[in-house]
């Protein structure tokens, strides 16, 4: 579940002229490493470099047990706790060998190999056996194997400690997309997104924003943090997206009320039910990014609330968006956002994800209203000017 | 200045090529009297067969020329063929064309008469250099030596003359035949990228296994099916990856859908469009008995940006997670992202799972959708026009195209040109050039090439 909450875009002291500037000074003062330097990010497994050396017979041996492992599994995982069927196991084999052999293209290919022909790998053979053991005995999430997320256009770095981005919450950049295509206020405005884990949600909207646009990224854990970083190095995004340690909104004091969005995927799940989970969410991720207390709706809740006064406007051009739980979580929110913060969220509504669950609360200007938002964001130029 | 159209100049090369063969066929008559065993005869022999339809007349003496004494009775027929000298319907010769002493400009141009007369020129250059009829002479004259049953009384000799024999032998086949057959080869490549000058011909493709019904054995048909495919292409260099797959319980593929990208894919692979059939002892039969199953076929070209591709509204899309089970979101970790999209006016529907997020089993799901959409527009307007020509053959996709037997006895057969191989691994393997050649090249003869 996420929070995504957009844009106020009117009666802000603050004009995207100044803003920009801003925005510039934050990402120069936090080039400095923020991050205790003791912990370094792992680097996923495709990108290592390929020092090993097998033939190719090893490698097709160790295939065949691997196979003959993940098939073994059958339909158990997913009877027991939802998991993964041996379908699912055997194609994650196949992108396991994608990612550690450095020709997998010939490799795979009938014939393309003789058998004592040598592959160039980038594990040896004994973490190869290591590693699929992991996957299936200890059920140690596909992801943290080779140390990546494949998500939406971007392959982002994951290791223990940071939750796996999942494919629910690709949805939220499709719905700041909708916005920042049509409307430059959205386009040149600074962001946030809250519990950024891998980064993923700061660096897919860094790279639809304008030159002038700007994501500020909070984490309260260190190693999050510090993937995070990398992840935004490795798309080279370091001027456009700025990674904060911190908790929600803490790290973000000196910028409240010039925010133009809000994104955030918070823990929502209630604490009660994490044991229940499969074995890779719960024996695996971080529970820090999982556990939305009681009923699920701690964080959500303190972010809504929060983000009124976090954001640039309020009143009828605001813009927010959250991810939740499921139909129940939604429409608490929904309640919670229209009567207990009234005023502030004028166009809440509730998105499903593809699967067809109520998955995130909205509250962005519909396309109709996009004009008013400019006209809005125009008069507020003017009045900075008229200040001037 | 008289106008030639595409299809004369193509009959222009024809000729030069008959031409040719029919150099190999002379040739082999005098191989056959004396040395036929050689390997290499028989190399030639199934070359032959890879170029087939146009050739079919000269064709049908050579593969027969592996058959004893019928052989020879054949290739004397042949060689009294060969000494009238083919022509054109216009008249015109290799000899011909050479005495007319056309200019022959730039490879460039598109001047019918330069490209006929560099071949002539070729063929006769080949002959010459070669001091082909001496060669022929000598050969034969030596044969004839070696026939002799006291040869071997002086082995001096004998070594002599079998060694000149063998050299000359050589050259003929090495040089000759080689330079020979890479030439028909390369003028066959030409001659086929005129025969596919169809508008989406040159696009990458999709092609689509369905399994037919019979369970797991069909299923095993199927994938064995789309196992060849993607064996054919990867030897003719495209590349090829895995859309959407849905396994069977047991084994095999209920359906599946790969992209081929490349030159020419969809001008190729269209030749694949129907009904292929597999008989054989089915291995999930403990009775051992003999199954019949059968798969679909289908293929859709992946339209240029040039070309005009159906307008669709993202308001006539519903996308769907399928195989998303539970509450999803943080409670589920898993690396299946597989997306259904449905395109609800027409009920086409498009899924893809092979990607590794769902963002790009989306756009790749949605690029199957987009050319399903193309193709049913296409279909439609085909159908339109056909009203008026009333000359559409049935859609080939009910249709039964190929039988593969491995029991009890091993042949290919394509049912549409009657073009068949007794290695049914090797086409399983990927080996289809041979039946895509003739049923396009076929399919050419059908419309003629009249103007």
């Not at chain 1, 660096?203 to 190693?223: C, N, Q």
């Not at chain 2, 009775?73 to 042949?78: A, K, P, S, V």
């Not at chain 2, 011909?201 to 797991?216: H, L, N």
């Amino acid at each position: 579940m996420k929070l995504s909450l957009l844009a106020r875009a009117c009666c802000s002291s603050m004009s995207p002229v100044s803003l920009r500037k801003y925005s510039q000074n934050q990402v120069s003062q936090h080039r400095r490493p923020m991050i205790s330097s003791q912990i370094k990010p792992q680097i996923p497994l495709f990108l290592r470099p390929p020092i090993y050396s097998l033939t190719f017979s090893d490698l097709q041996k160790w295939q065949n047990w691997a196979k003959t492992l993940a098939s073994s599994v059958g339909s158990s995982f997913q009877d027991f706790d939802h998991g993964p069927d041996s379908t699912l196991l055997r194609r994650e084999l196949n992108w396991l060998m994608e990612d550690a052999i450095e020709d997998y293209s010939t490799t795979s290919r009938p014939g393309g190999c003789e058998s004592r022909q040598k592959v160039k790998v980038r594990v040896d053979l004994e973490e190869l056996y290591g590693l699929w053991k992991q996957r299936i005995e200890e059920r140690r999430p596909f992801q943290y194997l080779v140390g990546c997320e494949h998500w939406r256009d971007l392959v982002l770095s994951v290791q223990e400690g940071v939750l796996i981005p999942r494919p629910e919450t690709e949805m939220i950049v499709d719905l700041v997309c909708e916005l920042v295509v049509e409307n430059d206020w959205f386009k040149q405005g600074l962001w946030a997104d809250l519990g950024t884990g891998s980064g993923a949600l700061a660096i897919a909207i860094g790279r639809v924003l304008g030159d002038y646009g700007r994501v500020i990224a909070t984490d309260l854990s260190p190693v999050s943090a510090m993937v995070a970083s990398y992840n935004v190095q490795r798309y080279e995004l370091q001027d456009k997206v700025v990674i904060k340690q911190g908790s929600w909104f803490e790290p973000l004091k000196n910028v409240e009320g010039q925010l133009v969005g809000l994104v955030s995927n918070p823990p929502y799940i209630p604490s009660d039910h994490i044991c229940g989970l499969q074995a890779e969410v719960s024996k695996h991720e971080p529970r820090l990014a999982l556990d939305g207390g009681l009923n699920g709706l701690d964080d959500l809740v303190h972010l809504c609330y929060r983000a009124s006064s976090m954001l640039l406007c309020v009143g009828s051009l605001s813009s927010a968006t959250t991810i939740t739980n499921g139909e129940e979580q939604c429409q608490f929110l929904v309640n919670y956002m229209k009567s207990d913060l009234g005023g502030n969220f004028c166009y809440v509504k509730i998105v499903s994800d593809f699967a067809g669950i109520p998955r995130f609360v909205t509250d962005s200007p519909r396309a109709e209203n996009h004009n008013t938002v400019k006209d809005g964001a125009l008069k507020t130029i003017d009045h900075f000017l008229t200040l001037l | 200045m008289k106008m030639f159209s595409q299809s004369s100049l193509l009959f222009h090369f024809r000729q030069s090529l008959r031409h040719t063969i029919r150099n190999v066929a002379t040739f082999s008559k005098l191989n056959t009297k004396y040395v036929f065993i050689g390997a290499g005869h028989n190399v030639t022999a199934e070359r032959v067969n890879e170029f087939p339809s146009c050739f079919s007349p000269t064709l049908k003496w050579l593969s027969g020329s592996s058959q004893g004494l019928a052989h020879s009775i054949q290739c004397r027929l042949l060689g009294s063929q060969a000494a009238i000298e083919p022509s054109a319907s216009d008249g015109l010769t290799v000899e011909g064309i050479i005495a007319n002493r056309w200019t022959i400009l730039d490879e460039t141009e598109g001047d019918w008469k330069s490209h006929a007369a560099a071949i002539a020129q070729s063929i006769q250059l080949i002959k010459r250099r070669l001091q082909w009829k001496q060669l022929l002479v000598r050969v034969e004259l030596l044969s004839a030596e070696l026939d002799k049953p006291d040869i071997w009384d002086d082995p001096v000799h004998a070594g002599k003359v079998s060694r000149e024999h063998g050299s000359l032998m050589g050259k003929l086949k090495e040089e000759s035949m080689k330079s020979l057959a890479r030439m028909r080869r390369d003028s066959k490549e030409k001659e086929l990228r005129a025969l596919l000058a169809g508008e989406q011909d040159s696009c990458s493709c999709f092609i689509e296994v369905q399994a037919g019904a019979g369970g797991t054995e069909s299923m095993d048909w199927a994938k064995m099916v789309m196992q060849m495919y993607k064996m054919w292409a990867q030897q003719r260099g495209y590349g090829v990856t895995v859309v959407d797959e849905m396994p069977g319980e047991i084994a095999g593929i209920k359906r599946a859908t790969i992209k081929v990208e490349g030159e020419y894919a969809f001008g190729y692979a269209k030749a694949e469009v129907g009904v292929h059939r597999l008989v054989r002892i089915s291995p999930f039969d403990s009775g051992k008995r003999r199954h019949t199953s059968f798969a679909a076929v289908a293929v859709i070209p992946i339209l240029g940006d040039g070309a005009s591709h159906v307008q669709i509204n993202e308001s006539d899309l519903r996308i769907e997670r399928f195989r998303a089970g539970g509450a999803g979101g943080q409670h589920v970790n898993t690396t299946e992202s597989a997306v259904r999209i449905v395109h609800i006016p027409t009920g086409i529907t498009a899924t893809c799972q092979n990607e590794r997020s769902q963002h790009q089993n989306r756009a790749s799901a949605m690029a199957v959708l987009q050319s399903r959409l193309n193709q049913l527009e296409m279909a439609r307007q085909a159908q339109m026009n056909a009203e008026h020509t009333k000359s559409l053959t049935e859609i080939s996709w009910g249709n039964q195209i190929r039988t593969y037997v491995l029991h009890p006895y091993r042949m290919v057969k394509d049912l549409r040109t009657n073009y068949e191989v007794s290695d049914p691994d090797s086409v399983l393997e990927g080996d289809l050039d041979g039946f895509i050649l003739s049923y396009l090249s076929a399919s050419l003869d059908q419309v003629g090439y009249g103007s």
